[in-house]
């Protein structure tokens, strides 16, 4: 595995692909039948999981990304290294905003997302994001 300041080279994306298929299968989504997975390789080695959990409500649905990054902090998984996010259909599921925001804050420097286009670095998703830096005097 690659170190956290370094890019990944050895990604299993197949591997990433399946667990985040087989996340869609345990999705509570009653009301769009929307169904999404995600899983990711993190700094320590570890593979990290989450599905979405929708609410009557909407405005209250946890993303699958939502759970995931739950799942690396719940088990002190260090850092996003590769992430996967696919809906039941296996296509491949742009984050919202939130989770964008969600994703860069818990990523590698030089963490990856798979996109229909192929990996591409998760900080592409949210250029100017907000960071810990902003919340500093000066």
């Known amino acids: 595995m690659s170190s956290p300041d370094s890019a990944p080279s050895d990604i299993n994306w197949d591997q990433l692909r399946q667990v985040a298929l087989e996340m869609t299968k345990r999705a509570y989504a009653p009301y769009s ?3 999404v997975g995600a899983a990711a390789i993190t700094t ?6 989450g ?5 009557v409500s909407y405005g209250l649905t946890l993303c699958a990304e939502c759970g995931l990054v739950s799942d690396l902090v719940a088990h002190s998984a260090g ?9 039941g259909s296996g296509e491949h599921c742009a984050p919202c905003g939130r989770c964008r925001q969600l994703l860069v804050e818990h ?6 997302i798979n996109t229909a286009e192929g ?19 000066g």
């Open 33 to 35: 039948n929307f169904s």
């Open 44 to 49: 320590t080695g570890s593979i990290v999981s």
């Open 51 to 55: 599905t979405n959990v929708e609410n």
């Open 79 to 87: 850092k996003l290294v590769a992430v996967v996010v696919v809906s």
């Open 107 to 112: 990523a590698a420097p030089h963490a990856l």
């Open 119 to 137: 990996p591409r670095p998760v900080v592409d998703l949210l250029p100017g994001h907000f960071d810990v830096s902003r919340l500093k005097d």
